[in-house]
């Protein structure tokens, strides 16, 4: 099975702040990743897939990128309605897999 | 209107049997792939069955080999997860997702409201 390792998992920042969130994989998966945003209590919600498409509707501060074992989801200045927990995914190759997830909180 | 309502979880003793549903309207069913999706308490997504959009092929994630099964009804526009000798680490919110693509390795674009699945001993 393919393994995502995100990092950091928990984030602390400031509205305005640019953020970068990284995904590993355990082996290459060539830009077969996509990237979601939770909030408590709701589904998720697909940002990017691809490695760097964005979302229909998504607004343009997201966007990913990497290919290969080595991912980033950037958001380029956070806004109150980002404050959230972010999971990558891989769709490789069955079984999928996800990271365990990065929560960004408000500093 | 794109959506996904899922239905049928509930309290379950362990050992025990469920079928989880999940209605779609607002686009083509038979056309794209669908997946489920859990969510234990507290923790992390985790990915749990697919079904391709002919219902010609279907995988499971490892930890439900042998006691899930993922379904579709064309004519009735629903998934299906029928869930079997439940435990408790099966507990969880179970989401069903639309995939982008035919055959289930785009990503997730659409998702359900979930259906909690309590497993009791």
């Known amino acids: 099975d393919i393994q995502l390792t995100q990092s950091p998992s928990f984030l602390s920042a400031s509205v305005g702040d640019r953020v970068t969130i990284t995904c590993r994989a355990s082996?290459?998966?060539?830009?077969?990743l996509a990237w979601y945003q939770q909030k408590p209590g709701k589904a998720p919600k697909l940002l990017i897939y691809?490695?760097?498409t964005l979302q229909s509707g998504v607004p343009s501060r997201f966007s990913g990128s990497g290919s290969g074992t080595d991912f980033t989801l950037t958001i380029s200045s956070l806004q109150p309605e980002d404050f959230a927990t972010y999971y990558c995914?891989?769709?490789?190759?069955?079984?999928?897999?996800f990271g365990g997830g990065t929560k960004v909180e408000i500093k | 209107q794109l959506q996904v309502v899922e239905s049928g979880g509930g309290v379950v003793q362990a050992g025990r049997s469920l079928r989880l549903s999940c209605a779609v309207s607002?686009?083509?069913?038979?056309?794209?792939?669908m997946h489920w999706v859990r969510q234990a308490p507290g923790k992390g997504l985790e990915w749990v069955a697919v079904?391709?959009?002919?219902?010609?092929?279907?995988y499971n994630a490892d930890s439900v080999q042998g006691r899930f099964t993922i379904s579709r009804d064309t004519s009735k526009n629903t998934l299906y997860l029928q869930v079997n000798s439940l435990r408790g680490e099966d507990t969880a919110v179970y989401y069903c997702?639309?995939?982008?693509?035919?055959?289930?390795?785009?990503?997730?674009?659409?998702w359900g409201q979930g259906t909690m699945v309590t497993v009791s001993s």
């Open positions: 997702a639309k995939d982008i693509a035919a055959l289930g390795t785009g990503a997730f674009d659409i």
């Open positions: 607002g686009f083509s069913f038979k056309n794209f792939a």
């Open positions: 079904i391709s959009y002919d219902g010609s092929n279907q």
């Open positions: 082996q290459g998966i060539s830009t077969y």
């Open positions: 691809a490695a760097s």
């Open positions: 995914q891989q769709l490789n190759s069955y079984p999928l897999t």
